[in-house]
T-cell receptor, first 112, second 111 residues
């Protein structure tokens, strides 16, 4: 069974640009969550989607948005990029009602 | 509001000895707790979990202890091996709600 797949693995963007990250969950997993990890910080929760609906949202500005498609694949978008958005963005999928989340390898975003 | 805290940013242990990583939480509604291991530039890997109805769960060299009255859990690794060097995150959830993670503890195993 394939794991969680995130693309791309690495990205370099310029301040003010926007970026879209993609996540394909484990087959059969309908819940997808996104996290941001910055140096010295834990995993900060961004949002969670289930059956194409946002179920939970963390404390991030509206520049961060996401969506989920009918095949459970999810995308995350960050608009008007700032230097502080440089981070490792992680996607995790879970089964319905499951607490254990399985993570992808992440997308390393660098904003210059 | 940091609901899950790992107060030790780093821990250094000699190979073969026991590593003990600690985690505290404030939300008494949490009923499921997990430990993840993370290498640089990779996603966290699930290690072991425990439900609030238990106080201990063991899987090979890894044991997680839960003290609900103290709102404290710990991960014991025995014996510690060089490959255990990584950042360890504890996480907690209430039912199927979002996972809340601690800040992580960097474990270094010295030969």
């Amino acid at each position: 069974k394939a794991g969680v797949t995130q693309t791309p693995r690495y990205l370099i963007k310029t301040r003010g640009q926007q970026v879209t990250l993609s996540c394909s969950p484990i087959s059969g997993h309908r819940s997808v969550s996104w996290y941001q990890q910055t140096p010295g910080q834990g995993l900060q929760f961004l949002f969670e989607y289930f059956s194409e609906t946002q179920r939970n949202k963390g404390n991030f500005p509206g520049r961060f948005s996401g969506r989920q498609f009918s095949n459970s694949r999810s995308e995350m978008n960050v608009s008007t990029l700032e230097l502080g958005d440089s981070a490792l963005y992680l996607c995790a999928s879970r089964t319905v009602g499951g607490a254990e989340a399985f993570f992808g390898q992440g997308t390393r975003l660098t904003v210059v | 509001d940091q609901q899950v805290k790992q107060n030790s940013p780093s821990l250094s242990v000699q190979e073969g000895r026991i590593s003990i990583l600690n985690c505290d939480y404030t939300n008494s509604m949490f009923d499921y707790f997990l430990w993840y291991k993370k290498y640089p530039a990779e996603g966290p890997t699930f290690l072991i979990s425990i439900s609030s109805i238990k106080d201990k769960n063991e899987d090979g060299r890894f044991t997680v202890f839960l003290n609900k009255s103290a709102k404290h859990l710990s991960l014991h690794i025995v014996p510690s091996q060089p490959g255990d060097s990584a950042v360890y995150f504890c996480a907690a959830a209430q039912g199927a709600q979002k996972l809340v993670f601690g800040q992580g503890t960097r474990l270094t195993i010295n030969p």
